[in-house]
């Protein structure tokens, strides 16, 4: 039977995600992530990145550099231009099934005598981003994936073992984003076995 073709479609955190961890998923990977794209950059390469391969499955991730900007521009805007992005590809390919992933929590303290890429960001406003996220896929009846609460500690911070500068991910947090598609993507991917 024909794999499934999949496309993890993002920023950083998907350009860097170690794809060793999916190979034993069944599927067509397609890693469509480029480091340091906002929301607005996946818009404008959406066509070639995505829809040009008719994926089955398409995984988004995206937003973080969106906040990071000094022009932030508020949660609304951030999470419906994200929805807006994956309507717009369920629109062209009407058989696709698409998960939106909440942004990843952040450390925002300093690590040791460097400050963190996040300093002047709060996780509170992330979950903000991340509710306005959930609530309109719910709207739009698409599929969300709360990866905050997954890689989130106690304090609410990116624990500073998952991080190497208070955003980007070690191996050890890519571990639990690999285990949360896993537990996503098995049953979509079992009838082809």
Known sequence: MEKKKIV????SLTDYFPMEKLADL?????NSGVAGDTVPQMRAR??????EHEPDIVIMQGGAN???MSLYRGSK??????????????NE???????VESLYPAYTKPIGRMPSWAKEKTNEEVRRINEE???????????YIDMYSKLAGEDGQLPLEYTIDGIHLTNAAYDIVSGCLHQILEPELSDQI
């Not at 805007?77 to 369920?90: D, K, P, S, W, Y």
């Not at 390919?93 to 998960?99: A, E, M, T, Y």
């Open 66 to 68: 969106d906040f990071q």
């Open 133 to 143: 996220i959930r609530h309109l896929c719910r709207k739009h009846r698409m599929e």
């Open 8 to 11: 993890l479609f993002g920023d």
């Open 93 to 99: 390919i009407p058989q696709v099934k698409i998960w």
């Open 46 to 51: 959406v066509r070639y990145d995505v829809l």
């Open 77 to 90: 805007v951030v999470a419906g231009q994200l929805v807006e992005l994956a309507e717009r590809i369920r």
């Open 26 to 30: 069944h599927a067509e990977w397609i």
